[in-house]
């Protein structure tokens, strides 16, 4: 068949699709993650006061005291955490699991949210629990949607993080950082090449 002939059989006045949604921040995010269920009996719950002095136990034993001259930590350091972002797992008689929490930051002239510390207790870990503790504080997170994070590419990029890469040579942080190790959620559409400048801690306009 040519190509006039195709369209002859063509109707003229096809209808046309109905508009997508074409908006990708909204349809990408959060990042939809493949992750096995949790384990029988663990929940995940906003994180409140009564869980402060579990968290800080567990980072006590799983940082050591070098946690609070990781650049992470210094870029928290004098934040009060924003209530309603950090996550929690909990067993069945709500012993303290893992955490995770959140922090307003800017990344240059971008306002975002930096995720720190993730901490599941060792006689725990490999159950996905650390998997769920991200995706359920990323996904409850107000926008911005872009989180910046200090850790292994190995193990956050299933869970929708990617390295900056040599964007990362862009930034600019408190306390010296292996940068191949800075790594961002975003929507796929976001701009990573417009990444530079100071990363700081600070709440956002909006007063997140
Ligand atoms: C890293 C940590 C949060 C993982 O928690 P978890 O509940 O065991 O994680 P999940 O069960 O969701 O995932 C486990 C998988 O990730 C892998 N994994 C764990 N740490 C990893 C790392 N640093 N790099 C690559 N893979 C890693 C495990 O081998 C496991 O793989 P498998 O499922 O193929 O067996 C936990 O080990 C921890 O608290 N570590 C100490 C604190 C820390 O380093 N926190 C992160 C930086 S702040």
């Not at 906003?46 to 799983?62: M, V, Y």
């Not at 972002?85 to 955490?99: F, T």
């Not at 993730?118 to 359920?136: F, K, M, S, T, W």
């Not at 950082?177 to 959620?185: F, I, P, S, T």
Request: hydrophobic content about 45%; glycine content about 12%; charged content about 20%.
């Amino acid at each position: 068949m040519n190509k006039a002939m195709i369209q002859k059989t063509l109707p003229s006045s096809a209808p046309s699709a109905p508009p997508a949604d074409v908006s990708p921040s909204a349809a990408d995010w959060p990042p939809r993650l493949d992750l096995p269920a949790l384990p029988l009996g663990v929940r995940i719950v906003a994180r409140t006061r009564s869980h402060q002095t579990a968290t800080e136990n567990l980072a006590a034993r799983l940082l050591g005291p070098g946690r609070h001259v990781r650049a992470a930590a210094m870029l928290r350091e004098g934040q009060e955490e924003p209530r309603g972002l950090g996550r929690a797992a909990l067993d069945r008689r709500g012993r303290l699991l893992g955490s995770v929490a959140f922090w307003p930051i800017h990344i240059g002239a971008h306002p975002g949210w930096l995720l720190g510390p993730l901490l599941v207790d060792p006689a725990h870990e490999g159950r996905g629990i650390g998997g769920h503790l991200v995706q359920a504080g990323v996904s409850g997170l107000p926008p911005p949607h872009l989180v910046l994070l200090v850790g292994d590419v190995a193990y956050y990029e299933p869970l929708g993080f990617r390295a900056l890469g040599f964007q990362a040579l862009k930034l600019d942080l408190p306390a010296p950082v292996d940068k191949a190790r800075l790594l961002v959620c975003a929507p796929p559409d976001f701009a990573l090449a417009e990444l530079e400048g100071r990363v700081r801690a600070g709440p956002h306009q909006d007063g997140a």
